[in-house]
């Protein structure tokens, strides 16, 4: 495997983005960001992969206009992807892995405030069985959380604790767009948004783009002290159908994280879990322990930014390796209804 590595990332996330579904006007800002990170300019970057959705846009084809975040001229190497800017990160990984580039940039963008979003993902679902149903995302989860609740896997004190740590630990996230703990008697006397979830189980609609550089060999060590080096990248996906799997579990996440090495020696871990109650799905299915720090940056209780937020889990993660915080971390991604999709990156620093 051609060793390749995290060198730069920069995100916005707030609760309505002001400008146009594309985000062009947005994503400017943090393109330069990232030349600034690594010194480079756009000539150097040898792949570029979107993730956006034309279905949260309203029109087709909207990652055209995006693209003109980038510039015209000289021409790019450009693809793109229906998912969360992670899955554009393995797809410019593999053109790495292939030799044919030496460097890429991904970026990832959704302006969810421009509608309904828990209607809207409901077009990701069964065309024939389930979307004519209209189930929204935030009642599909509460079947989730009430399937667990009823096996005993967790109760709602559980999900209190991982509310309060994420919005405690955002506090220091100058990007979330919710933060702020207070405690677990106080948070289980909120009023019910979908038994058995409250509105602080859920993470908040939020608009956002983020994009991350990658980088092969002594291309990363020229452009970052510390690059977070990926050991391990994997990807699965579940039936479609809900009552085809358990959902108190994922076995996409185990298939994943399996994939990609496991999880010894992990850290930190950045987990993209939507609900609350998806945290304790994925922390039994990535198996990982007491002993490794969640979500230090809030997670996506404090900011989720549809096809970026999977994106900024694993460049939160990164950080961890640039700063020198830790040696090995974790950066998760998920798709669909109930974690049906998942991506896992494990990522090493090296003195």
């Known amino acids: 495997m051609r060793e390749t590595a995290v060198v730069g990332f920069a995100q916005r996330q707030m609760k309505d983005f002001d400008g146009s579904p594309s985000m062009a006007e947005l994503l ?114 509460a079947l989730q959380a009430r399937a667990g609740l009823d096996a005993g896997l967790w109760d709602e004190a559980a999900l209190a604790e991982v509310v309060n740590r994420s919005l405690t630990d955002a506090e220091k996230n100058e990007y979330a767009v919710r933060a702020g703990g207070s405690s677990v008697e106080e948070l289980l006397a909120r009023p019910m948004f979908a038994d058995p979830l409250r509105k602080h189980d859920c993470a908040p609609v939020t608009d956002g783009a983020a994009a991350i550089v990658l980088a092969a060999g002594d291309r990363a060590r020229e452009a970052n002290q510390r690059p977070a080096w990926i050991s391990g990248i994997a990807h699965s996906s579940d039936g479609l159908h809900l009552g085809t799997r358990d959902l108190t579990s994922s076995g996409s996440a185990e298939r994943a994280v399996a994939a990609a090495g496991g999880t010894a020696g992990v850290q930190v871990a950045e987990l993209h879990a939507p609900f609350s109650h998806q945290e304790l799905v994925l922390r039994s299915a990535l198996g990982l322990g007491n002993d490794v720090r969640i979500s230090p940056s809030g997670g996506a209780l404090a900011a989720n930014p549809m096809f970026s937020a999977g994106a900024i889990r694993i460049g939160e993660a990164a950080k961890q390796i640039w700063d020198g915080s830790a040696d090995k971390v974790l950066g998760h991604a998920t798709s669909g209804p109930a974690l049906q999709q998942n991506l896992v990156c494990v990522m090493e620093g090296r003195n």
């Open 28 to 141: 400017v800002p943090i393109l330069a960001e990232c030349y600034e990170q690594t010194g480079w300019a756009k000539k150097d970057i040898g792949f570029w992969c979107s993730g956006s959705s034309d279905y949260l846009a309203g029109r087709s084809f909207s990652f055209v206009s995006a693209i003109d975040a980038i510039g015209v001229l000289p021409p790019v190497n450009e693809s793109h992807v229906e998912m969360d800017a992670a899955w554009a990160l393995y797809e410019a990984w593999l053109k790495i892995q292939t030799g044919e580039v030496d460097t890429a940039l991904v970026f990832g963008f959704g302006k969810a405030s421009a509608g309904v979003l828990r209607r809207t993902l409901a077009l990701q679902l069964d065309p024939y069985t389930m979307t004519p149903l209209w189930p929204d995302t935030v009642s599909l989860a």
